[in-house]
């Protein structure tokens, strides 16, 4: 009875000394975040294109906005890439420690990404609550209708939770991530190009200059079109041969029979070409694929069906890879995979590359490189991409990453949101500017127009002359016309193999690709299940017909090689600033 | 005379050519990338630790190796503990169907682990076990407990009928006799086993990357993150790789004597 009796007070006592301790410490948590938001703005994100009061104004709305999901354990996943790694190990830490949301960044491979995206998209079982996804699968989420698009998450159940300072207009990449319907599907995380890379020392050394001149008739400079590149590649590889006592190359690419040697391809090599239609980001109806779509339909990829894979601009520019990965580039470069032939030109005996991603300008301005001046800067430089016979203005001209924030609708809502926070977070203007110099994969207009990267940019070869030209809309990622990226993408490599090593003609090899994508497509048809606009295929018709048609797929030009054109590089800048 | 230095000579050959990756390995992982990419170096001309210190510094790369190792260990135990009964029956008692059931478990070894990928994901994550340890050995028990109870059976049969009739007519319990005096006859099966229990379970990676995601992640799994869209980071692979070959090391090294026994399934 005692016993019974004392029970009740100590319990009541204990209850209230809770209470306060909770109320105690949730004031005190909120105070250590805040605490914690001062010193990463103060320490780690100095650099920034809004003020210090700004900045904490978003960090005290991103404590405020995490208030109710303090304490859960989310997981975000993206490929490996620099601007990831700083995300992983700097803003997944900053994030945590200000929101109280124990938040873990992975990092895996980009085609472990895709099959865990894959996994959880045919299982519907949650994986992952946040993806760093390409935009090159918009074609694909749009039309399988597992992503919640962002643009719903911002007007329904996030709508409290999404940053009143996104300012989605300063973003650079929307485009890309929005769906025929017009609804924006994913948020741009980071982006880089595909560009034309050169030695700009050997091309100003007046020698060469006039060497070149003397052959083929007009100056050497940033080739315009594919004949000038051909006429440079050749120029360097068989005429000039050595630089200084070191053996040099006039291109450079991969050839091995490995998955890399696809993106070479569905990296936009025929927009370059010219084989799609016109249109920004992609040609329409007919993309750089060659898949084309009616009314957001794809209906077929062969020429036979109104595509155009393989068509003569397509066959034309397979046709030039082989060739001049044979007869101008380094012989082992037949054998090398994308990661291989990557940092070949950084070894200083690559004269030019027509296909070159601009990822790789970090680890081409290291110190002591053959291709870095002694004073750090570099000397080579990148610049717009030549384009093919086929190309008119109006058109694509070459690839653009865009790495961005996906989510599934098989992910539990709160945990969802959560994510969505982050997401937030890792473009916030408080952070992005410090992101985009650590991984140099700019998103917004503002960091671009930033007056950190105008003092960086004698470093950065051209990068930053390149993303704040006007010419920067001609680089796009892969567009809405393909349905299925993952299961298309993947055939690419194992047809274009056969071209690459003299097994099958271009011809050959692009008409079994066309047909494997068209069955491909035939069997998403058949199974229909593609909730939005899966393809149709058309009839199977003389492809006479589609030639004859207007745009793509375009006849067979009766000369492939105009005359070759260039433009200096100081010129080519000099437009781009007039343009502005 | 002549015949053996001839052998010799032959024999060390054969082991520069077989040891000759693995030194091109522990050689790169001391190398900076830009000496791995820049041409042909025999030794690390700027040698280098960095590329250790870079996984033993973070918790994302060392964590790795923590979980394969937690989940080989587990899995190495649960193969063994159903194991060894099984093959007990096996040796000692006839029953209907034994002989087709004894080939059948070896049959589960014969499909690739692709074909489980998705029927494993989809029961894990079901009953909440996706991402965890237990997953992941659960998953590789299908694998080794049909190898463990055919190498088990093999090392039992060869111990005679007469010990376990003895042991009775002694006065032990089952349970005495087959921990007390049966075990220790077959301890070198019992390493073996453990041996290609943890051999499989370590290298296997297709079941052990999709049924976990973040906690229980392997570190074949995370060594795939050298692999991104600026190249690859080719030292921090071959650090990492030079890492998982040390515990195999220690594994073989306990075993050395009874391998080869255990590659004829304890018959000999």
């Known amino acids: 009875m005692f016993k019974n009796n004392k029970y009740p007070r100590t319990m009541l006592l204990g209850a209230a000394i809770g209470a306060a301790a909770l109320g105690l410490s949730l004031q005190a948590s909120a105070n ?3 605490d914690a938001a001062e010193k990463w703005v103060n320490n780690s994100f100095k650099r920034s294109t809004l003020t210090k009061e700004q900045q904490m104004q978003e960090m005290k709305w991103f404590i405020e906005a995490a208030k109710e999901f303090r304490g859960m354990d989310i997981n975000v996943v993206s490929e490996t890439i620099a601007t990831h790694e700083y995300e992983s190990t700097v803003l997944a830490k900053a994030f945590s420690e200000i929101t109280g949301i124990n938040l873990t960044h992975t990092l895996i491979q980009e085609g472990d990404v895709i099959e865990k995206l894959q996994t959880q998209m045919q299982s519907g079982r949650n994986i992952y609550d946040g993806w760093v996804n390409d935009s090159d699968l918009i074609g694909t989420h749009f039309r399988y209708g597992k992503v919640m698009p962002v643009e719903d998450i911002m007007n329904g159940e996030g709508k409290n939770l999404t940053l009143p300072t996104l300012d989605l207009e300063d973003f650079i990449g929307l485009e890309f991530t929005t769906g025929p319907d017009g609804k924006l599907y994913q948020l741009p995380d980071q982006q880089f190009a595909n560009l034309y890379w050169f030695r700009a020392d050997w091309f100003e050394r007046d020698d060469l200059k006039k060497q070149f001149q003397d052959i083929y008739g007009y100056e050497l400079g ?8 051909e006429d440079i590649a050749e120029f360097f590889s068989v005429h000039v041969k050595e630089i200084d006592g070191e053996k040099v190359y006039g291109h450079m690419d991969y050839g091995k029979k490995d998955p890399s040697l696809g993106w070479r391809f569905t990296d936009a090599w025929f927009s370059m070409a010219g084989a799609g239609d016109k249109g920004l980001p992609n040609g329409l109806p007919v993309d750089e694929w060659g898949i084309r779509v009616e009314e957001c339909h794809p209906v077929g990829s062969s020429v036979s069906r109104g595509g155009a894979t393989n068509g003569p601009a397509a066959v034309f520019a397979t046709t030039k890879y082989v060739d001049w990965l044979r007869e101008f580039a380094p012989p082992e470069a037949q054998g090398m995979t994308f990661s291989e032939a990557g940092p070949v030109p950084a070894q200083g005996g690559v004269a030019q590359q027509i296909f070159w991603y601009t990822a790789f300008t ?39 990453d865009v790495g961005s924030w996906t989510f599934m609708k098989s992910t539990p809502e709160k945990r969802r949101l959560a994510a969505w926070l982050y997401a937030q977070f890792t473009v916030s203007k408080t952070v992005s500017l410090e992101k985009t110099i650590a991984g140099l994969t700019p998103i917004r207009e503002s960091d671009i127009e930033s007056e950190a990267m105008t003092e960086m940019a004698p470093k950065l070869g051209g990068l930053v002359e390149f993303y704040r030209s006007p010419a920067r809309v001609q680089w796009s990622p892969t567009g809405t016309n393909v349905p299925d990226y993952p299961k298309l993408a993947q055939l690419w490599w194992q047809y274009i193999a056969q071209a690459a090593s003299g097994e099958a003609t271009p011809q050959k090899a692009l008409d079994g690709l066309a047909q494997a994508q068209d069955r491909v497509m035939e069997r998403l048809e058949r199974a229909s299940v593609m909730p939005n606009c899966g393809p149709k295929l058309n009839e199977e018709r003389d492809p006479q017909y589609w030639l004859d048609q207007p745009g793509s797929p375009k006849a067979k030009l009766a000369n492939e090689k105009p005359q070759g054109k260039t433009v200096a590089y100081d010129e080519l800048l000099k437009t781009w600033e007039e343009d502005r | 005379m002549k015949q053996t230095r001839s052998k010799n000579i032959g024999i060390t050959i054969y082991i520069v050519l077989l040891l000759t990756p693995i030194y091109w390995l522990l050689n790169m992982s001391f190398k900076t990338n830009q000496e791995i990419l820049s041409g042909l170096t025999l030794w690390p001309e700027n040698f280098t630790f960095a590329n250790y210190a870079v996984i033993f510094t973070d918790p994302s790369w060392y964590n790795g190796y923590l979980n394969s190792m937690l989940y080989v260990s587990i899995n190495v135990v649960i ?5 060894l009964p099984a093959a007990y029956a096996f040796s000692r008692y006839k029953f209907v169907g034994d002989k087709h059931l004894f080939f059948w478990l070896l049959s589960n070894r014969m499909a690739p682990p692709a074909v489980f990928l998705l029927p494993f994901f989809q029961l894990y994550s079901s009953i909440g076990l996706f991402d965890t340890h237990i997953a992941v050995a659960l998953a590789h028990c299908l694998f080794n407990v049909p190898l463990a109870v055919w190498i088990l059976e093999g090392f039992m049969s060869g111990v005679p009928r007469e010990y376990d009739e003895m042991a009775y007519i002694d006065g032990y319990s089952f349970p005495k006799f087959f921990v007390k005096i049966f075990l220790p006859m077959i301890r070198s099966g019992i390493g073996v086993t453990a041996f290609f229990a943890f051999m499989f ?6 079941l052990a990357r999709t049924l976990t995601s973040v906690d229980a992640q392997p570190i074949a799994a995370i060594m795939t993150r050298t692999v991104g869209a600026s190249g690859i980071d080719w030292g921090v692979l071959a650090a990492a790789g030079v890492l998982t070959i040390i515990p195999g090391i220690l594994v073989i090294w306990f075993v050395r004597n009874h391998v080869a026994t255990g590659f004829a399934l304890g018959r000999v």
């Not at chain 1, 940033?222 to 590149?229: E, F, I, K």
């Not at chain 1, 002591?368 to 384009?387: F, Y």
């Open chain 1, 32 to 34: 250590e975040n805040l």
């Open chain 1, 222 to 229: 940033v080739p315009v079109n594919w004949s000038a590149y």
């Open chain 1, 362 to 400: 970090a680890s081409m301005i290291e110190d002591g490189l053959p291709v870095v001046n002694e004073d750090g800067t570099p000397k080579w430089r990148m610049a717009p991409s030549p384009r093919g016979p086929y190309w008119e203005e109006g058109m694509k001209l070459g690839y653009q």
């Open chain 2, 79 to 83: 193969t063994l503990l159903v194991a």
């Open chain 2, 201 to 206: 379970s370590w290298v296997e990676l297709l």
